[in-house]
């Protein structure tokens, strides 16, 4: 029987500890890096409003495991093209009516993610529930609901209201025509053929 020594089990101890230490370290560099390329943006905010990494990214996991308890599935083609008619309608009433486009314009996001699968909750709530698989897309959520409310308190102009619609228009495009694989939104309208991604909002 080999008797080790003190010195020998001492090395031994802190060889493991430092073996530990670097598995913890890759595991937590691999989950930041996942959480970054799922959030994008939404990832530095959450730091930013939470002051430290560990907290953003625990906020952000729960966010994760709410989501994943969601029955979310794509839009059936006959709903995806319904609403999409909406879309162009909701866009050419903001040529006569801004104001009232962007507020049909962010009931109808609500709308589509009710059909997909998101429950009903109030804005911070959608925001959260969105960034999970839209991360890349989802501030444009924020920044078209934040120019709504000014325009409400009066303190955003048609030029806001156009930005707002512009913001809201990225989202709508990404939410109807996921997931991946679907082909892009194509309407014929009137004998003209209307791809949601090339549409531009026009201005009054």
């Known amino acids: 029987m ?10 031994g101890v802190i060889a493991l500890a430092v073996l530990v230490g670097v598995v913890v370290t890759v595991m937590r ?14 990832y530095d905010r959450t730091i930013d409003q939470s002051g430290s990494t560990y907290e953003a990214e625990t906020v952000l996991h729960e966010r994760e495991q709410r989501v994943a308890a969601f029955d979310i599935r794509p839009l059936q083609p006959a709903r995806r093209e319904a609403f999409v008619r909406t879309w162009l309608e909701v ?14 314009a962010d009931v109808l996001l609500a709308d589509v993610m009710t ?25 444009h959520y924020r920044t078209g609901h934040h ?16 930005r707002a619609m512009i913001h809201y228009r990225a989202l709508f495009d990404d939410l109807v025509n996921e997931p991946e694989g679907f082909s892009p939104v194509i309407e ?7 791809d ?4 531009t909002t026009r201005r009054s």
């Not at 080999?2 to 090395?11: G, H, N, R």
């Open 115 to 139: 059909a997909r699968g998101y429950p009903v909750a109030d804005f911070d709530q959608r925001y959260e529930d969105l960034s999970v698989d839209h991360g890349e897309v989802v501030a």
């Open 91 to 104: 866009q050419a009433q903001f040529v006569d009516d801004p104001a009232g486009a962007v507020q049909r």
């Open 196 to 199: 949601l991604r090339k549409e």
């Open 188 to 194: 014929h309208h009137g004998g003209r053929v209307h």
């Open 147 to 162: 120019i709504a409310a000014s325009h409400a308190r009066g303190e955003a102009g048609t030029e806001e209201l156009r």
């Open 2 to 11: 080999v008797t080790l020594s003190p010195l020998a089990i001492a090395v």
């Open 29 to 42: 560099s691999r989950h930041t890096a996942r959480l970054r390329d799922r959030f994008g943006d939404e």
